[in-house]
């Protein structure tokens, strides 16, 4: 089965605790705090493999979660990072928003993508220990990692799309200029997914070429397989209009020419400008020269390259091949798509969500938007400090703390960060 658009869940590891421990030693008895921290979350990790050309092992499986960190230990031992999670797609999938439907990332190459991170270590008592609090005992919870609900779509890397009506002979031509073994079969809809092949044209120059199955009227409304498989021509740089001029079945080619074309206008206007070659093929069953003459004269009356070939027989298909290299010598790369997801950043809720713990003069403030918050900012960043100071005080948090006796001077700790406290 060819699966080529699915939903999947990713949620990246958590990172460990940090451990309270004191250092004990023989003749020693006050060797300090020495917890150490917890170790860092598993990544959730996109990578393109090749040999794939399908999503089909996301059918079933659509949750995928990376190792959390381990704690951390006495003798400042830090907890082992879990391991990250690879997650192996097609070369040419979009990682899409969920929610919004934004491109996250076009996969294609072969550059490992992490879609979701995994959470920092929570420091232990070492970190804490001051010349007036040489006694610590509390240490930080790891943070959560990053979750997300993300769509993959899958957008075949070729160079030339075969279009057309279902039976004109696509599979037959991909069949006789590459390696490909597609499905070929007397009959309507024999191509059920899309094929691949890597045509060769000598001096080490190819290009690949897709058959893409089951265009006819009103595809792009949903009928037939086009509306699945149209998004897969979405990425070529040149299209091959196969053409079935033998009247065999007692259609019109003109009229099958402009169907098709009408259908890529209506999925895409952009789509519809992309240079064109029209192949008449089945010439060599031609039994009313008169329609083959009639649409060859259309054709080169709309400015359309025509070629008449007959794929079973071998027939006028080398000087396509040709021809199809020389266009696409003078055409720009493949397209790749830009990410268009920005994520935002989280706002500040109810003070009520948050735990806010005085311990030996540290503040410790902890709750799930200050989590989601204190993961997305850059502190290195002045800018982004500011967003965050803005967060806190809209949020009432400094009032709060005021009200709970919060002095000068005093730490306070949200998280990984400690901050001295000064009105």
């Known amino acids: 089965m060819f699966v080529d658009k699915v939903s999947i869940k990713v949620c990246a590891g958590k990172g460990g605790n940090g451990a309270v421990s004191f250092h004990r030693e023989k003749y020693l008895p006050s060797g300090g705090p020495d917890g150490g921290d917890g170790g860092r979350g598993?990544?959730?990790?996109?990578?393109?493999?090749?040999?794939?050309?399908?999503?089909?092992?996301?059918?079933?499986?659509?949750?995928y979660v990376a190792q959390n960190g381990k704690d951390g230990t006495g003798a400042r031992c830090t907890g082992k990072d879990g391991e990250s999670l690879t997650i192996r797609v097609p070369v040419g999938t979009l990682v899409r928003d969920a929610e919004t439907g934004a491109i996250?990332?076009?996969?294609?190459?072969?550059?490992?993508?992490?879609?979701?991170?995994?959470?920092?270590?929570?420091?232990?008592?070492?970190?804490?220990?001051?010349?007036?609090?040489?006694?610590?005992?509390f240490a930080k919870s790891g943070l959560n990692g990053e979750c997300k609900d993300v769509i993959l779509e899958l957008k075949l890397l070729a160079d030339v799309g075969l279009i057309g009506f279902p039976n004109v002979g696509k599979s037959t031509l991909l069949s006789v200029v590459s390696k490909a073994h597609p499905k070929i079969g007397n009959?309507?809809?024999?191509?059920?997914?899309?094929?691949?092949?890597?045509?060769?044209?000598?001096?080490?120059?190819?290009?690949?070429?897709?058959?893409?199955?089951?265009?006819?009227?009103?595809?792009?409304?949903?009928?037939?397989?086009?509306?699945?498989?149209?998004?897969?021509?979405?990425?070529?740089?040149?299209?091959?209009?196969?053409?079935?001029?033998?009247?065999?079945?007692?259609?019109d080619p003109i009229e099958d020419f402009e169907a098709i074309n009408s259908e890529l206008v209506n999925y895409s206007e952009e789509l519809a400008t992309r240079?064109?070659?029209?192949?008449?093929?089945?010439?060599?069953l031609?039994?009313?020269?008169?329609?083959?003459?009639?649409?060859?004269?259309?054709?080169?009356?709309?400015?359309?390259?025509?070629?008449e070939i007959s794929a079973a027989a071998h027939m006028g298909v080398k000087e396509l091949v040709n021809h199809t290299a020389e266009m696409l010598s003078k055409l720009p790369p493949v397209i790749v798509y830009e990410p268009e997801y920005v994520e935002v950043l989280p706002q500040?809720?109810?003070?009520?969500?948050?735990?806010i713990v005085e311990e030996d003069g540290v503040w410790t403030i902890e709750g799930p938007w200050m989590e989601r918050l204190v993961r997305n900012?850059?502190?290195?960043?002045?800018?982004?400090?500011?967003?965050?100071?803005k967060c806190l005080r809209n949020a009432g948090l400094y009032d709060k703390l005021e009200d709970m006796g919060i002095q000068e001077g005093d730490t306070v700790s949200i998280y990984n960060l400690d901050f001295e406290y000064w009105r």
Not at 288 to 296: C, G, M, Q
């Open 187 to 251: 009959y309507h809809f024999t191509t059920l997914y899309p094929n691949l092949g890597v045509v060769y044209v000598g001096d080490g120059n190819s290009f690949v070429m897709a058959d893409i199955p089951g265009i006819i009227e009103g595809a792009s409304e949903g009928a037939g397989l086009g509306h699945d498989f149209l998004r897969h021509v979405d990425r070529c740089r040149l299209l091959i209009h196969v053409v079935d001029v033998s009247g065999s079945e007692g259609r």
């Open 286 to 307: 031609v039994y009313d020269t008169e329609i083959r003459d009639k649409f060859r004269e259309y054709i080169e009356e709309k400015g359309y390259k025509l070629f």
């Open 348 to 355: 500040a809720e109810s003070i009520d969500d948050l735990s």
């Open 377 to 389: 900012i850059n502190f290195s960043d002045y800018e982004s400090k500011m967003y965050f100071d």
């Open 42 to 63: 598993g990544d959730i990790i996109l990578k393109t493999d090749p040999n794939m050309s399908t999503l089909m092992d996301f059918r079933y499986k659509r949750k």
């Open 275 to 284: 240079p064109q070659i029209v192949v008449a093929n089945k010439c060599d």
């Open 104 to 137: 996250i990332k076009d996969l294609c190459d072969d550059k490992p993508f992490v879609v979701a991170k995994g959470g920092i270590g929570g420091w232990g008592n070492q970190h804490f220990a001051t010349p007036t609090r040489q006694a610590p005992r």
